[in-house]
């Protein structure tokens, strides 16, 4: 068995959609970054990447490089994912939380984890994604971005 933790942040911005596992959410605001931003799956790969030492997200899909401008981050998971398969591993869960002040989560974490497991291929009880506020403390709470953590228990 093997362990690995993912975290990301991205800043919130005007104009840009918001992309959080899978799921376009509607709301005012969207997260800024080179691909669209998706911080829940950007942790998820994270997670994935560090159990295996296979290093993190940045390495296999630099910021940098123009063939990841705005890419759908579900490509980048299922990437992920064909590497562990590569490598010999099998993943047994994902847990995961956003931190989000707004917009409200719950009505869209069933999709979330269905569109995670189905990019893995995995069953969907094998996906955990929760959502949580920071009570309007730091910079979740002042609405100024999202993170996310998630964790993933591989197997061999």
């Not at 847990?95 to 009505?107: H, R, T």
């Not at 990019?119 to 994604?129: A, D, K, P």
Request: net charge negative.
């Amino acid at each position: 068995m093997r362990i690995g933790i993912g975290y990301d942040v991205h800043q919130l911005a005007p104009d840009r959609p918001l992309w959080l596992g899978g799921v376009k959410i509607p709301h005012t605001l969207g997260l800024l970054g080179h691909s669209d931003a998706d911080v829940l799956l950007h942790a998820i790969c994270d997670a994935l990447l560090g159990a295996a030492a296979l290093g993190d997200i940045g390495k296999h899909f630099p910021d940098k490089d123009p063939q990841y401008k705005d890419i759908d981050s579900k490509i980048l998971l299922h990437h992920c994912g064909l590497l562990l398969q590569k490598e010999g591993y099998k993943i047994e869960n994902i847990d995961s939380i956003v931190v989000a002040q707004q917009p409200k989560l719950a009505p869209y974490i069933p999709t979330m984890c269905q569109t995670i497991a189905d990019t893995l291929g995995i069953g969907v009880n094998q996906v955990s994604v929760k959502a949580t506020t920071t009570e309007h403390l730091g910079f979740e709470g002042r609405e100024e971005g999202i993170s996310a953590h998630a964790i993933a228990l591989l197997n061999s």
